[in-house]
């Protein structure tokens, strides 16, 4: 027996992962590796859950729905925290009081949307879609379409000011007043496609990242930038700023997470390299940073305070995480639309559907106008225009994928009115 083998309590042992993530080297001099704390800090998984480790009420709290179909999804609360309002890319868009779980409104727009937002309160919400953006209540009725706000990728809704803002796929930032229902403004950037942005919940102000790696701020006033600030050597992925408005999160694809000061632009407060790449930033309202990677969502603590942040807890999913939620499918996820396996079964029916009898009996004309060969006629003619538009009806089907159809329901003559001989025949056009 070799006695360096390691023991089996050695390796089951949780600690020791925890020095290897410490005993872990980074090539980059001016990035700090994160320094975790074995006595605060929790690993969860979907086996445990989050509603373990804390009290009571807490859990009481804590729901969970799966959405699997129509995402990937993203979500807004309600500015007094009590509302929630969801939207996947696919079109499906639900509004509900997350306290009591009781639906206000759920719809499928049948088009994609890349943001949604409530207004000054959850009455109304602004969702934008595939190439505009649409105002709905809370019933899910259409109530404006702003043209203007063309292929919006990101929505911010200013609620001290009462107004919209919106980062366009073509490089637009667009304000407008929902008071008057005015544009206040809209201008080019001239940085490319904006699909980072966020606002400055102290001030208003909006905050966008770039492709090459700079972040600049913007205000309605004001048709160029306030501010400019290069923050990354490429592209910024995500960007958050804290309620208080003092502290900046920036993440770029090198998986590096760097803390800025809002009120002295210059050298950033701190820098990390995360183990994989980041896609969302979030603060909390008690200075805690939420770092969404894949499928792994870590919380870190002290940021901006120290010049290293703890790593306060981490979770495991079991899909990719997008915003930082789940959500209750037997209240949520029911849409009427039909599945794949539908689908292709509705296909396969079609070939083998056979043209119906049809058995018509011409009216009686007078003056020798209804003769046996003339009757024979006249019915064999109205049997092949039936057995016409049939066809046609099924060829239409047939490239829509329908659902599911039979003889009896596909095809229906349609009812002849008495003075229908009157209207004018339609002509062939050769």
């Keep these: 027996m070799d006695d360096n083998r390691p023991n089996k309590k050695t390796m089951k042992n949780p600690k020791n992962k925890f020095k290897k993530f410490n005993q872990h080297k980074f090539q980059d001099r001016h990035l700090v590796p994160l320094k975790l704390k074995k006595e605060l800090t929790l690993h969860t998984s979907p086996k445990d859950r989050l509603k373990k480790p804390v009290d009571i009420t807490s859990a009481k709290k804590g729901f969970e729905i799966s959405l699997t179909e129509y995402g990937p999804y993203r979500f807004r609360y309600s500015q007094n925290g009590r509302n929630l309002v969801l939207c996947g890319r696919k079109g499906h868009i639900a509004s509900f009081d997350w306290v009591t779980k009781k639906l206000h409104t759920e719809f499928n727009v049948m088009e994609s949307v890349y943001d949604i937002c409530y207004l000054h309160n959850e009455g109304m919400m602004a969702a934008a879609q595939k190439n505009w953006t649409y105002i709905y209540d809370n019933l899910g009725n259409e109530i404006h379409c702003l043209k203007h706000m063309h292929r919006a990728l990101n929505l911010e809704f200013l609620q001290h000011f009462f107004l919209l803002c919106s980062s366009s796929n073509n490089g637009f930032l667009s304000w407008l007043d929902v008071s008057l229902g005015q544009e206040v403004l809209q201008t080019k950037t001239f940085k490319g496609m904006l699909n980072v942005m966020c606002q400055n919940p102290w001030n208003g102000v909006i905050c966008c990242g770039h492709t090459n790696g700079t972040i600049t701020m913007w205000t309605p006033n004001s048709k160029k930038a306030v501010l400019s600030m290069l923050c990354h050597p490429q592209a910024v992925r995500a960007l958050s700023i804290d309620p208080s408005g003092k502290y900046i999160a920036t993440g770029c694809v090198d998986r590096t997470l760097r803390i800025w000061d809002a009120r002295n632009v210059g050298d950033p407060i701190s820098s990390y390299r995360l183990p994989g790449g980041i896609d969302k930033l979030s603060f909390s309202q008690t ?10 969502v870590e919380v870190y603590r002290n940021v901006g305070i120290q010049e290293k942040c703890d790593l306060y807890m981490r979770h495991h999913s079991n899909n990719a995480v997008t915003d930082l939620i789940t959500l209750d499918p ?16 509705a296909k396969k029916k079609l070939h083998w559907v056979k043209v119906p009898k049809v058995d018509i009996q011409p009216r009686y004309r007078m003056k020798g106008k209804s003769g046996s060969a003339q009757r024979f006629k006249r019915k064999s003619q109205m049997k092949e225009h039936e057995k016409r538009e049939y066809l046609k009806f099924i060829k239409e089907k047939k490239e829509t994928l329908g659902g599911n159809m039979t003889k009896e329901k596909v095809f229906q003559q349609p009812k002849q009115h008495l003075l229908d001989r009157f209207k004018p025949k339609k002509r062939k056009v050769d």
Excluded at 289 to 295: A, I
Excluded at 330 to 345: C, F, G, N, R
């Design 287 to 296: 200075n805690f940073l939420g770092v969404s990677s894949r499928n792994v």
């Design 330 to 345: 037997l209240s949520i996820a029911q849409i009427d639309v039909p599945t794949l396996e539908e689908k292709l079964e």
